[in-house]
């Protein structure tokens, strides 16, 4: 049993169309158009009625096999592609007093482990464990400077994953890595030209022994390193 729509056949007619999408319903009629019935999991009563835009008659309802989309076939105005929007933004506030952030946010990473890690400019990594969107994410988090760790610079502005258990992150002042295995973070130096790599913005791992690096110097670096041994070297 779902619920109970004799109000809405006497107001609206025959019936043509059912169709179940995620945990609503909704419903055609043959001549005066498509209602919603919305699941409410958190009310006695578990499903409202919701009218849409669509008010002729309606023919057929499919669900795309692709995409989050029902299309609809009316009678006289064609065919209508009704879709709801499933997302929402939340926000975690990092100007809070338990964070203390007020710097600009310059990178985001949410690894296999669930942990959240925020790059800031000037104010180091905000690292939170157990993120998720549906709750509340002051669970447990800790912050990484350059006062407190071997991070090499409190500017981050990028975390790229590595395939042998290691998260890249690079800085004002040249590249750290965090090692999953050891649980620790590492300083990575890389030197060209005789200068050490400063300003990096973005790094991909090629393969387990390369790293593309640019900066906002205009360079782009290949970085080819031995990754056999527990500290890797350039």
Same mark, same amino acid.
């Given at each position: ?5 004799? #109000? ?21 009629? +043959?001549?005066?158009? &498509? ?10 009563? +578990?499903?409202? #009625? ?10 057929? &309802?499919?669900?795309? +096999?692709?995409?989050?989309?029902? @299309? ?24 809070? =007093? ?5 710097? =600009?946010?310059?990178? &985001? ?10 790059? #800031? ?15 509340? =994410? ?13 991070? #090499? ?14 998260? @890249? ?36 791992? &090629?393969?387990?022994?390369?790293? @593309? ?18 500290? =890797?070297?350039?």
């Amino acid at each position: 049993y779902i619920t109970d729509v004799e #109000t809405e056949i006497q107001k609206r007619g025959e019936i043509s169309s059912v169709i179940k999408k995620q945990n609503d319903y909704y419903i055609g009629f +043959k001549s005066s158009g &498509l209602i919603r019935l919305k699941y409410q999991p958190d009310q006695k009563i +578990k499903y409202i #009625t919701q009218s849409t835009d669509i008010a002729c008659g309606i023919f057929c &309802l499919v669900k795309d +096999k692709f995409q989050d989309i029902i @299309w609809v076939g009316t009678d006289g105005q064609g065919v209508y592609m009704y879709f709801t929007d499933a997302f929402s933004i939340q926000n975690t506030l990092l100007n809070t =007093p338990a964070y203390q952030i007020n710097n =600009p946010v310059r990178a &985001l990473f949410l690894d296999n482990e669930q942990t959240l890690w925020i790059g #800031t400019k000037g104010g180091g990594i905000v690292r939170i464990n157990n993120y998720s969107s549906d709750k509340e =994410p002051l669970t447990s988090f800790n912050r990484i400077s350059a006062a407190n760790s071997t991070l #090499t610079d409190n500017a981050v502005y990028c975390f790229a994953p590595g395939a042998t258990g290691k998260l @890249w992150i690079g800085t004002e002042n040249g590249i750290n890595y965090y090692s999953y295995q050891s649980k620790q973070l590492k300083e990575f130096p890389v030197v060209a030209d005789n200068k050490k790599v400063k300003y990096v913005h973005s790094i991909n791992e &090629l393969n387990d022994t390369t790293l @593309w690096v640019s900066t906002d110097g205009g360079d782009i670096l290949k970085v080819i390193f031995d990754a056999s041994t527990a500290t =890797p070297t350039v």
